[in-house]
């Protein structure tokens, strides 16, 4: 004899099956669902990748073009010998450093430091360099102090001002600047900074000194630049740079410093200018060590020579060459 059905018992696994179709259900719509996501993610992280190399590409065009603009000088005049070096902290920099041509024998000298290292310090740095050279070479005009006949140079107090005004309440950030003129006959170095580190001088029988300065930062406020004057005997040395390497930091926190930065530079008086470069940053990346590095470095150095060397003729020196020059080696950038 069968026995009969217990309804509560049958109904109880009736309501346990189609719970479970219904959980099998839903997970089976969540598996879809998450299988739909994986998807987009995977599709959105392919367009990131490809976005990402994009911008890595343009970056490093952009680095290329930047360290393009350079100073384009040859290493040694008749006058003057130069080295520099320029180390981005990133693909781009807000430092820039230029040595461009004012007459047969009077150079123009800058160095300027952006704030940051992204695209628009980068676009700054090197706008504000170009416009400084067109403000520094002007048609003639009367009224300008001129060292030599036939040579109209506008006064670096004058230079600065005019790009104070032109950057005055723009949106671009402040940037701090040294200019000067570097005469290549006497030695003469007049110039005037801008919120920037004072030059350092070298001279041929003493300690290396930094100069003392004054002046805001371009675009930052009214100010009547001050012109100051150094001037350079054969042998002398020059040293312009950014606050990048003073600023510089080691494992324990501790900033490079100018007291070192001056010890270092007398150690390098008796080597040759670009090895004394290489000395200088083999030091200041020995300071850093594995330290991230936060800022750019730029240094300049300018040694002054004897104008009527072998390098100059009977008539006086020999003109610069108006052709492109070579560039020096140390422009190239380092990998951070």
């Not at 603009?69 to 080295?83: M, S």
Request: neutral net charge; aromatic residues 6%.
């Amino acid at each position: 004899m069968t026995k009969p059905l217990d309804l509560p018992v049958v109904l109880a696994r009736i309501r346990t099956q189609l719970a479970l179709r219904r959980a099998v259900s839903q997970v089976t719509g969540l598996e879809q669902k998450l299988h739909a996501r994986s998807k987009e993610l995977e599709e959105t992280a392919a367009k990131l990748r490809a976005s990402n190399d994009r911008i890595k590409r343009d970056l490093e065009a952009a680095a290329r073009v930047q360290q393009a603009f350079l100073p384009a000088v040859p290493p040694e005049l008749p006058g003057a010998r130069f080295a520099w070096t320029f180390r981005p902290c990133g693909h781009l920099a807000g430092d820039f450093s230029n040595v461009f041509q004012l007459d047969d024998r009077h150079l123009g000298l800058c160095v300027l430091d952006v704030s940051g290292h992204e695209i628009a310090s980068a676009l700054l740095s090197v706008t504000a360099s170009h416009l400084l050279a067109r403000v520094a070479n002007p048609l003639p005009r009367p009224g300008r102090f001129a060292p030599r006949a036939g040579a109209i140079l506008v006064p670096p107090s004058e230079v600065a001002g005019q790009l104070r005004k032109h950057f005055s309440g723009a949106a671009e950030q402040p940037f701090t600047l040294l200019y000067g003129i570097l005469s290549l006959d006497t030695g003469e170095f007049r110039f005037v900074s801008a919120g920037h580190p004072g030059p350092i001088h070298m001279p041929r029988d003493g300690p290396p000194a930094q100069l003392d300065v004054s002046g805001v930062p371009i675009g930052v406020g009214n100010c009547v630049y001050q012109e100051q004057v150094v001037n350079l005997r054969p042998g002398d040395r020059l040293v312009l740079y950014t606050d990048g390497v003073t600023e510089m930091r080691n494992a324990d926190g501790e900033h490079f410093g100018i007291r070192r930065f001056l010890a270092l530079l007398e150690q390098t008086r008796q080597s040759a200018l670009d090895i004394g470069l290489d000395t200088l940053v083999e030091g200041i990346e020995e300071w850093r060590g594995d330290t991230p590095r936060h800022d750019d470095v730029s240094i300049l150095l300018v040694e002054r020579t004897d104008p009527a060397g072998a390098e100059g003729t009977a008539a006086g020196p020999a003109p610069l060459d108006r052709t492109p020059p070579l560039r020096q080696p140390h422009t190239g950038k380092e990998v951070p």
